[in-house]
């Protein structure tokens, strides 16, 4: 079952901050997080197994409520390099199939 | 090392012929997968092999066929293609059907 991904698109100045949202509506195992640039493949970013687990990776840093079955996505103190197109993809509690959300857009100008 | 190839980069194939793509990781990861992925949409799960067994068919058609011939490699065999299977088609491995995806380049596959 496909998670939802919010918002669609976002479009930053450097150094300005954003939250990606993914939630799901089933029981989850683990929440996954890629980043994929125009034209190339998606690249791993982080894995979150536990509820209310962080996890960082230099700027981005991410969280998962297990209660709620949710999980956020922070770009902190944002740069060009963060431009692309982030998918949460979510693992079910019952099943090992990685199901991908629709993407965020993220846009980061100088 | 976290580097999944494939091969070729790029495909054009017409509809009747037969092709195949080809993946490779040395990572002594195992479970790998086959995901297809259309402009600005999602990567879709096709295919899932852990520990060389097909283990997921996302109800693929069969002119799509999934081959393991070892822990390191993964193949996609084509044939009798449509245009509507032009799409970028991504490789990714994993030490475990649980953990995260290494993903490859992709090939770019055109169906004329």
């Known amino acids: 079952q496909q998670p939802v991904q919010s918002p669609q698109a976002v479009i930053l100045r450097e150094g300005e901050d954003a939250v990606i949202n993914c939630s799901s509506s089933?029981?989850?195992?683990?929440v996954h997080w890629y980043r994929q640039k125009h034209g190339e493949a998606p690249v791993f970013l982080m894995i979150?197994?536990?509820?209310?687990e962080q996890k960082g990776h230099e700027k981005i840093s991410a969280s998962f409520n297990e209660k709620k079955q949710q999980s956020s996505l922070y770009l902190t103190a944002s740069q060009l390099s963060y431009s692309g197109t982030y998918f949460c993809?979510?693992?079910?509690?019952?099943?090992?199939?990685?199901?991908f959300g629709a993407g965020t857009t993220v846009t980061v100008r100088a | 090392d976290t580097e999944v190839t494939q091969t070729p980069k790029h495909l054009v194939m017409g509809m009747t012929n037969k092709k195949s793509l080809k993946c490779e990781q040395h990572?002594?990861?195992?479970?790998m997968y086959w995901y297809k992925q259309k402009a600005k949409k999602p990567p879709e799960l096709m295919f899932v092999?852990?520990?060389?067994?097909?283990?997921i068919n996302e109800s693929v058609p069969s002119r799509f066929s999934p081959e393991c011939p070892n822990s390191s490699l993964l193949n996609l065999h084509l044939h009798a293609l449509q245009p509507e299977d032009s799409a970028l088609y991504l490789c990714?491995?994993?030490?475990?059907?649980?953990?995260?995806?290494?993903f490859g380049p992709g090939t770019r596959l055109t169906v004329t």
């Open positions: 993809g979510t693992v079910l509690a019952n099943d090992y199939k990685l199901s």
């Open positions: 089933k029981a989850l195992y683990s």
């Open positions: 979150l197994l536990k509820g209310g």
């Open positions: 990572m002594g990861h195992r479970a």
């Open positions: 092999y852990s520990y060389e067994k097909l283990s």
């Open positions: 990714a491995s994993a030490a475990g059907t649980s953990y995260e995806q290494y």
